[in-house]
């Protein structure tokens, strides 16, 4: 969903010529945006599957800010940017 959906945004709003550097570029920022947007849920949920409780999630996030739930980001970014640049010039052939 999200990654199409910022991967054909940016392809239009570039303006670049249309090849593999475009395609390139493309799948890796919409990677990094969808891994953006999916972080904080995502950190959340993997805490409650080790156990923990709302209440114990809140305190974390109340102790160490909101950067708590972007934990692991740039591992979480190259793997799903990676991903994206070898799926989504598969999609559009």
């Not at 709003?13 to 919409?30: R, T, V, Y």
């Not at 800010?65 to 640049?85: D, H, K, N, S, T």
Request: hydrophobic share 45%.
């Amino acid at each position: 969903g999200a990654q199409l959906a910022s991967y054909d945004t940016l392809k239009r709003s570039l303006g670049w010529e249309e090849g593999p550097l475009l395609h390139f570029f493309c799948a890796l920022a919409s990677g990094v945006i969808a891994q953006t947007v999916v972080m904080p849920i995502d950190t959340i949920k993997s805490q409650m599957m080790l156990g923990d409780t709302w209440s114990t999630v809140g305190g974390r996030l109340r102790r160490n800010g909101p950067f708590w739930l972007y934990r692991g980001w740039a591992p979480a970014c190259a793997g799903q940017g990676m991903i994206m640049v070898l799926q989504m010039p598969l999609i559009e052939e």
